[in-house]
């Protein structure tokens, strides 16, 4: 809890924009937005700084005490001869980022769009409210899953069992979402939602993943709670990123056809309009493959329990 009071402190409401149109901030000369990305940039260093220093400390933590133990196949390339045991610091300071990260991204996208619901009231209900209105939580989400998907896609690299070409693929993806929304000041109401909600799942799989790299030790409760993690899991992720993701989808390209056709979208962001085509273009892209990946899930669970 207490580094999420860090990353909320870190990611601190950002100055808001000195002009309004239809009650959505616009910068006050010529409708130009000031860039997000050097507006947070302070932020966006803290953050990846604090990541290196959680996993640094995580691995030194493992490399030290070896606290937990690898599954074998995790050590199969692993010299014996060295005369060291296999620990994997690597995963292990990777999980510790990932739980943190997508902790605070998943609470706070929850916490944004079911409970205190500031992405669906401090902004306008029109589409060029949902498209151009400025939202804290949307500005920090960005910021934060910014930072989390520059540092997953470093890692990944270098991590065998996680470099992918998928996963790293996705990584670029939803990071160069993340940067567009808070550059140019697009879609931070769908932010909340694809940045943060979608990210609720994750936290269950991040769990999940560190019993499949650190197994339980036998007789403990660890597989009952991490049964119950993959179970909260295939069900969140259904609901957010399969069904919600879908709907959300649907909104999106339906607020965005309303305000390129007419005109605002030029208005309120002149010259910068082929960044709402991209955002489109991201969204299907992403899409799709969260549909692929619940059909794995789908197809893992049904060969598990039969």
């Given at each position: 809890m207490f580094i999420l009071f860090i990353l909320e402190s870190m990611c601190a409401p950002a100055t808001t924009l000195s002009a309004k149109e239809n009650g959505v901030a616009v910068a006050p000369s010529k409708h130009a937005v000031p860039s997000g990305f050097a507006r947070r940039k302070n932020d966006i260093l803290f953050g990846m700084l604090l990541q290196i220093v959680v996993s640094g400390f995580a691995y030194?933590?493992?490399?030290?005490?070896?606290?937990?133990?690898?599954?074998?196949?995790?050590?199969?390339?692993?010299?014996?001869?060295?005369?060291?045991?296999?620990?994997?610091?690597?995963?292990?300071?990777?999980?510790?980022?990932?739980?943190?990260?997508?902790?605070?991204?998943?609470?706070?996208?929850?916490?944004?769009?079911?409970?205190?619901?500031?992405?669906?009231?401090?902004i306008p209900s029109t589409p060029v409210g949902r498209i151009f209105g400025f939202l804290p939580e949307g500005d920090d989400v960005n910021v934060a899953i910014f930072?989390?998907?520059?540092?997953?896609?470093?890692?990944?690299?270098?991590?065998?069992?996680?470099?992918?070409?998928?996963?790293?693929?996705?990584?670029?993806?939803?990071?160069?979402?993340?940067?567009?929304?808070?550059?140019?000041?697009?879609?931070?109401?769908?932010?909340?939602?694809?940045?943060?909600?979608?990210?609720?799942?994750?936290?269950?799989?991040?769990?999940?993943?560190?019993?499949?790299?650190?197994?339980?030790?036998?007789?403990?409760?660890?597989?009952?709670?991490?049964?119950?993690?993959?179970?909260?899991?295939?069900?969140?992720?259904?609901?957010?990123?399969?069904?919600?993701?879908?709907?959300?989808?649907?909104?999106?390209?339906?607020d965005a056809r309303e305000v390129l056709k007419d005109g605002k979208a030029d208005i309120l962001r002149p010259g910068k309009t082929f960044v709402l085509y991209m955002f489109l273009a991201l969204d299907a892209v992403l899409g799709t493959l969260q549909v692929y990946w619940f059909y794995l899930i789908a197809s893992k669970a049904v060969e598990m329990f039969s």
């Open positions: 030194w933590f493992q490399k030290t005490e070896a606290y937990f133990t690898p599954a074998e196949q995790y050590c199969a390339d692993h010299d014996e001869r060295a005369g060291e045991p296999c620990t994997r610091p690597d995963l292990f300071g990777f999980q510790c980022a990932a739980g943190m990260m997508l902790a605070y991204l998943g609470i706070k996208g929850f916490t944004a769009w079911h409970v205190t619901k500031n992405a669906h009231n401090k930072c989390w998907q520059v540092w997953d896609f470093i890692c990944s690299s270098l991590i065998p069992e996680l470099s992918h070409p998928l996963f790293l693929a996705h990584h670029a993806l939803a990071g160069l979402t993340a940067y567009l929304s808070l550059e140019y000041q697009y879609v931070h109401h769908y932010a909340v939602f694809f940045g943060g909600c979608s990210e609720f799942s994750s936290i269950f799989l991040v769990l999940v993943d560190f019993a499949k790299f650190f197994p339980a030790k036998s007789g403990t409760n660890y597989g009952s709670v991490i049964l119950g993690c993959q179970v909260s899991f295939a069900l969140a992720f259904f609901c957010y990123r399969v069904v919600g993701w879908i709907w959300v989808s649907l909104n999106l390209w339906s």
